[in-house]
């Protein structure tokens, strides 16, 4: 059985109920092409959990992802881009991220 590469990050909302809740109905119709572009960089599975405004990604992934690879990719694809420009209108930066810096990856600190 492959073994697959876990990587978890976080990102904040926008702390407005409204602007969440739209967030939220965005994620349950993903644009099939930003499926397709996930499916591409070798993700094979992703989950977004949030607590209040602040969201944690899951992303199990196969040897061909690289960030640095999925970040090239999402550059040259015109929906990845209107998706993520969207998305920004609600999304906001964790208070420790560099200029133009989204999702943040978490240190693991504990594994049974």
Known sequence: METL???????DLKNDPV????????????????LQSIRDSDIRHMEIFRVENR??????AGPAFSFEKKQAADAQNEKVQEWETLMWKYQ????????????????SIFKM
């Open 5 to 11: 590469n876990r990587y978890c990050l976080a990102l």
């Open 19 to 34: 602007l969440i809740a739209e967030y939220e109905a965005y994620h349950q119709a993903v644009w099939p092409e930003i």
């Open 55 to 60: 969201l944690f990604m899951i992303i199990e």
């Open 92 to 107: 906001q930066a964790l208070p420790t991220a560099n200029p133009g810096e989204k999702w943040i990856p978490a240190q």
